[in-house]
């Protein structure tokens, strides 16, 4: 395959908020105010007062993703838990993460709640914008080009979360990212492709897991050979609201899109294996019970085709109950293909779709970047959580 041209500048492809109205909560909240500021004039008239607050119950719990049954996906047992109120930044270190599954679950600290005019619930606090990056760092160049890689894409303003593919061999650069404010979550039990950073101004650590999807190959059964390959993942929790994010981050096996007929699978053990990886990421996906999940990853088939074709048992067909891609919802134009070589779009952000068709998340834009030392181009993704 030869690289195509990259096209001049960066280009942005966003979604224009529905007639600029803003989420259903805040929605909500706005018609609140109105009535709470109608009922204070009136009040007023008659020489009284009256306090328009009110209060309500509130409760949730951060959600973990687990499969079981000897034939399924492995929990690895590198789960970690403790929020993280207090000193320092708040984030578990990586010896205080290795532990064997916690009794417990965690609990989440909700923003707080008010009634709604129907007698529902209305969740208060402004939204969020955060911005989400999935990136293959290509791990076969230079420490120094790598290096300058991560600086780069956790310096960007619009950058809170990175879910990494291709960090096996890069662990010791991580560390450098924290004196700009982040900190990741390195699986060294399995999953260490799969690193995770957030910023921690926004975002604190609460949990996190890597999962044995399936077992890898080598030859003679495929003349691509692949790893064992897992889903990571961390909860974290948003400092300005308390609710909790689940991020997901995978890679895909190699050499599963057949490039002659585009949108359908090859037909080779790297495909059979692939099928069941997207399998157990769907499974995990539903597993979750936090607010808001994302996903982020290198799932090697490209986006334009695979919504064409929608092959069985492939990305569309799969995942498609529980997550849309930020491609799904904002559309190929303007936006460069994310793996220059081959001019496909094969990185991926996904948002949870029941956040999404509820309100509790929008997509907003997303850019996928030049001057990048990989093979891909990082691809930021700017949600809105409410």
């Not at 607050?53 to 590198?78: E, I, N, V, Y």
């Not at 930044?89 to 010896?95: A, K, R, Y």
């Not at 969740?123 to 991560?150: H, I, K, M, Q, W």
């Not at 096996?253 to 585009?262: G, H, I, K, M, S």
Request: aromatic share 6%; net charge negative.
């Amino acid at each position: 395959m030869t690289d195509r041209p990259a096209p001049a500048r960066d280009e942005w492809s966003r979604r224009p908020r529905p007639g600029e109205s803003g989420s259903l909560a805040r929605r909500g909240l706005r018609g609140l105010a109105a009535a709470a500021a109608a009922l204070t004039v009136v009040v007023a008239v008659f020489g009284g007062y009256v306090d328009p607050g009110a209060s309500g119950a509130s409760g949730g719990s951060a959600g973990r993703a687990t499969l079981s049954g000897s034939d399924g996906p492995a929990d690895r047992g590198q789960r970690g838990s403790g929020d993280d109120e207090g000193a320092g930044d708040g984030d578990p270190t990586p010896s205080e993460l290795r532990t064997s599954s916690p009794t417990g679950e965690p609990t989440s600290t909700p923003a707080e709640e008010t009634p709604d005019a129907q007698g529902g619930m209305v969740t208060s606090g402004p939204a969020d914008v955060v911005g989400v990056a999935s990136y293959n760092v290509f791990c076969c160049r230079s420490e120094g080009d790598l290096a300058a890689d991560l600086r780069r894409l956790t310096s960007r303003d619009d950058v809170d979360v990175v879910g990494w593919q291709e960090t096996d061999e890069i662990a010791g650069l991580f560390p450098a990212l924290e004196a700009q404010g982040w900190s990741t979550r390195f699986f060294t039990d399995g999953g260490q492709e799969n690193a995770i950073s957030w910023r921690r101004s926004t975002f604190a650590l609460v949990d996190s897991r890597s999962v044995l999807v399936h077992r890898g190959a080598d030859a003679p059964d495929t003349p691509q050979p692949f790893p064992d390959r897992y889903v990571t993942s961390v909860v974290l929790r948003h400092r300005a609201s308390g609710e909790r994010l689940t991020v997901f981050d995978t890679h895909v096996n190699q050499y599963v899109e057949n490039l002659a007929d585009p949108g359908t699978w090859r037909n080779n053990i790297n495909a059979v294996r692939a099928k069941d990886h997207l399998e157990a990421f769907a499974d995990l996906w539903r597993r979750a019970d936090t607010r808001w999940v994302v996903g982020t990853g290198d799932l090697n088939f490209d986006y334009r085709a695979e919504a064409r074709v929608r092959p069985v048992r492939g990305i569309s067909a799969t995942l498609g109950a529980v997550a849309e891609s930020s491609y799904q919802a904002l559309g190929l134009r303007g936006l460069p293909p994310t793996h220059r070589l081959s001019g496909r779009w094969i990185d991926y952000v996904l948002a949870g779709r029941d956040a999404l068709e509820e309100g509790r998340m929008a997509f907003r834009s997303q850019r996928a970047l030049d001057g990048y030392g990989s093979d891909h181009r990082p691809l930021v993704v700017r949600l809105e959580l409410d």
